[in-house]
């Protein structure tokens, strides 16, 4: 069974950085691919970004393109999402995915295994 765990959420100002983590386990995780998404109150959970577990490709939407960094450590089995210029609009409960494909993937369909979610708050 694949458990995803997120930690690293927090209240922040406009302008700060923040880094989430999420810490995989269960299973060898070289053939999956991992994503970020997010979910504000009232929204659709939508996707922030993506990075397959082996390769450097990554995937980011529009919205965080240039601003966040997705990377993983496979020694640690975890994934990291590097969060910089936060803007009030990054507010929301951001949720770690899994899924057994090598394929970047974007949709929420797409992906099998979630974690619990962590908040961010970004703050004027």
């Known amino acids: 069974q694949v458990q995803l765990v997120e930690s690293g959420g927090g209240l922040v100002q406009a302008g700060d950085s923040l880094t989430l983590s999420c810490v995989a386990s269960g299973r060898p995780f070289g053939s999956y691919v991992m994503g970020w998404f997010r979910q504000a109150p009232g929204k659709e959970r939508e996707f922030v970004a993506a990075?397959?577990?082996?390769?450097?490709?990554?995937s980011y939407s529009e919205s965080v393109k240039g601003r966040f960094a997705i990377s993983r450590d496979n020694a640690k089995n975890t994934v990291y999402l590097q969060m910089n210029s936060l803007k009030l609009e990054d507010t929301a409960v951001y949720y770690c995915?899994?899924?057994?494909?090598?394929?970047?993937?974007?949709?929420?369909?797409?992906?099998?295994?979630w974690g619990q979610g962590t908040q961010v708050t970004v703050s004027s």
């Open positions: 995915a899994a899924d057994r494909r090598t394929t970047l993937v974007t949709r929420r369909s797409e992906y099998n295994y």
């Open positions: 990075i397959r577990w082996i390769g450097v490709s990554t």
